[in-house]
């Protein structure tokens, strides 16, 4: 089985930080991602810059990414003005993403959750590049609580075929027969998972076994979204590499360089980071 690994730290990651790092410093992360193998790295975000100040910079960003032909570098894009700077800046992949209930799409967004399937069928009329559809808070939103399984699978059901499709357990509430059973429902690819209360690794090895083949993660467990309140990280990257190297699920990634960006990324931050893995060190069996 192999498994594709979306490394969503200079995005996701990186948007939940008080510090804003220069668009070199999240080039140089991109670009240390890609050489430890990650296929698809996350490069930046293409939303107003007094939105989410953290992203400001998107362009400088993908101008200084050394392009590797093994790694698929992807944005987000949560409307048509970035998706055209999306484009415009030279990405692979465009990620789009809409919420599953109203609350959380009006604040993340600035539309309702009527409005927010037109405007996601704009972008996927006229993209010529590959789109990622990410539906934001599959499991539960933090304003509306639990969430309908069919409101999500029948989201699902009007993109499925125009998209690859991504659940987002966005402020980490799932839990795995949860995560198996939308998987199996929806016939979703991947799966976005945060571990807020310590599921996410259980929820993951649950998507693979429903049929997911997609796992965004992010080096050392950055994250979090400022629409979410206490929303912590994502999955580490190199945490979630060595469960799937242990479990003999190849991701084609060199753990040992990873486990560097991380210790290199909490020195540019100035603080431990979520992940687990960086600081105990990748171990083998002799």
Do not use: K
């Not at 069928?121 to 010529?128: A, G, P, T, Y």
């Not at 029948?154 to 075929?161: K, S």
């Not at 540019?268 to 992940?275: F, P, S, T």
């Amino acid at each position: 089985m192999r498994v594709t690994i979306c490394d969503v730290s200079p995005r996701d990651g990186l948007q939940n930080e008080a510090e804003t790092l220069e668009p070199v410093t999240r080039a140089l992360l991109v670009n240390r991602l890609a050489a430890a193998g990650v296929p698809r790295v996350e490069a930046a975000s293409f939303v107003r810059a007094e939105a989410v100040p953290q992203m400001a910079g998107a362009e400088e960003v993908v101008a200084a990414i050394e392009r590797r032909a093994d790694t698929e570098y992807s944005g987000l894009a949560l409307n048509e003005r970035g998706y055209e700077r999306l484009v415009a800046s030279g990405l692979d992949r465009v990620d789009y993403t809409l919420a599953a209930t109203e609350t959380f799409n009006q604040r993340n967004g600035n539309r309702s959750l009527a409005e927010a399937p037109d405007a996601a069928d704009s972008v996927l009329q006229r993209s010529e590049l590959p789109v990622t559809f990410t539906i934001s808070v599959a499991f539960g939103c933090p304003f509306e609580g639990r969430v309908d399984p069919g409101v999500v699978a029948a989201i699902v059901e009007r993109f499925a075929d125009r998209a690859e499709i991504v659940l987002a357990d966005t402020i980490g509430v799932a839990t795995p027969s949860q995560v198996r059973s939308l998987v199996e429902r929806t016939g979703a690819r991947g799966a976005h998972l945060h571990n807020t209360r310590n599921t996410g690794y259980a929820n993951a090895l649950a998507a693979l076994d429903a049929g997911a083949t997609l796992l965004d993660a992010s080096c050392g467990g950055l994250g979090g979204c400022p629409y979410a309140p206490r929303a912590t990280g994502n999955i580490a990257t190199e945490d979630l590499v060595y469960l799937l190297d242990g479990e003999g699920i190849d991701t084609g990634i060199d753990l040992d360089a990873l486990v560097e960006t991380s210790v290199w990324l909490e020195g540019v931050l100035g603080r431990r980071l979520e992940g687990y893995v960086y600081r105990a060190g990748a171990w083998a069996a002799s």
